[in-house]
């Protein structure tokens, strides 16, 4: 792919007239890579004449060997930036993963084209290219359509669908439903924010909602309407996908595994009348890991990750009585415990919990009751 982040869309010189040339939004399915399962948005300029650009516009463009991007992500202190590169290599890319592309070519006046125009190419600056990225707030798509409605000379009035007002977690769901380990980690890291009920303007984080969006979309100006979409067309036909194989097992048979392993524990242990230590310890090993990193999610800068109610169980005290509990010493860990697990489990009636997390405050919960009332017996 070749990046040319610093072209202008085109000389100040060589401007063609607007008539001869399109703006289009180009929204592209998902593929199998982790960075994809949302679908992408760009824009694209085209001019129709002998000869003429035709670039894409990326507000997708990051470097994964950047020092501590994951990190950076996690906490919302990643830099995205504005890239433009040739269309036919844009279209080169998603038409190597099998992954459609749909076309809207926007149905904008000169006047319009050339605000757009103007508006990219201050963009695309040094100075202007980096932005900082959220997920849900600030991403490639809804960049795409700040700029294309900063330029229109009138008010871009949406249709609302009704019954639709998915929380983000749903939407999230929504695209991860056949990636079963990034849908847990997502809803591990989620807060009771994501649950709450989102807007039109919110739901257009995702590219597949600003597409139905735009397809339905009015433009009213100097008392009468248009279309926002002239035109739609397929840019680049679905294709075979290749999936790759992930972890044989989901979250919701790990979880399984555990309550019966928990299970069979609990029961050796009330017939032996003694505490396995060692299942004590992966337990709690387990939830302060965790625990750890959900306790770091507070100073994450993504809004709908500092409340997260999974912190109640998931966090970092079970390193504090690890010692102890390994040397079989009386400890208050367990009656903490055992309130911090009811408690989690009522939390679930507000908040959507990762898939199996329910398991983990149920084995803890019976060895909450196995410590406390085989010691109470000795």
């Not at 017939?271 to 310890?281: A, G, N, P, Q, Y």
């Not at 390994?326 to 860990?333: A, D, L, P, S, V």
Request: one cysteine or more.
């Amino acid at each position: 792919m070749i990046l040319v982040s610093s072209a202008p869309v085109a000389a100040q010189e060589d401007i063609p007239p607007m008539d001869s040339v399109e703006f289009s939004l180009l929204t592209c399915q998902p593929h199998d890579e982790v960075y994809s399962l949302y679908g992408h948005t760009a824009i694209r300029y085209h001019e129709l004449r002998p000869g003429g650009l035709d670039w894409a516009f990326n507000y997708g463009v990051f470097d994964f060997k950047k020092p501590h991007f994951v990190a950076r992500f996690v906490f919302g202190l990643t830099d995205y930036e504005l890239g433009v590169y040739p269309y036919k290599y844009f279209v080169r890319e998603y038409r190597r993963f099998g992954s459609m592309v749909t076309e809207q070519v926007l149905n904008l006046t000169n006047e319009e084209k050339m605000a757009l125009h103007d508006a990219l190419a201050i963009n695309l600056r040094p100075e202007n290219k980096i932005y900082r990225y959220n997920y849900f707030y600030n991403n490639c798509t809804t960049k795409a359509r700040d700029i294309i409605e900063s330029c229109i000379n009138g008010k871009v009035e949406y249709a609302g669908r009704e019954d639709y007002t998915p929380s983000y977690r749903d939407m999230v769901h929504s695209m991860t439903r056949n990636n079963p380990w990034s849908r847990f980690g997502n809803d591990l890291l989620l807060g009771i924010k994501a649950d709450w009920k989102t807007d039109l303007r919110q739901q257009e984080f995702l590219p597949g909602n600003l597409m139905y969006d735009f397809d339905h979309a009015q433009i009213y100006s100097n008392g009468s309407y248009r279309p926002l979409i002239k035109e739609r067309r397929i840019a680049v036909p679905a294709g075979v996908q290749i999936i790759e194989s992930g972890f044989p097992l989901t979250p919701l048979a790990c979880a399984a595994i555990l309550l019966a392993v928990g299970i069979v524990i609990f029961f050796f242990e009330w017939r032996k009348k003694r505490v396995f230590v060692l299942w004590d310890v992966l337990l709690m090993m387990t939830t302060g890991t965790i625990g750890i990193v959900l306790t770091l999610m507070l100073f994450s800068q993504h809004p709908t990750v500092s409340l997260n109610l999974q912190i109640i169980l998931c966090n970092p005290l079970p390193w504090l009585f690890l010692w102890p509990v390994i040397r079989g010493r009386e400890t208050r860990y367990w009656k903490i415990t055992a309130i911090l697990a009811v408690l989690f489990l009522i939390g679930s009636f507000f908040q959507c919990y990762a898939e199996g997390i329910h398991v983990l405050a149920l084995c803890l919960l019976m060895q909450c009751y196995a410590n406390m009332k085989i010691k109470a017996q000795k």
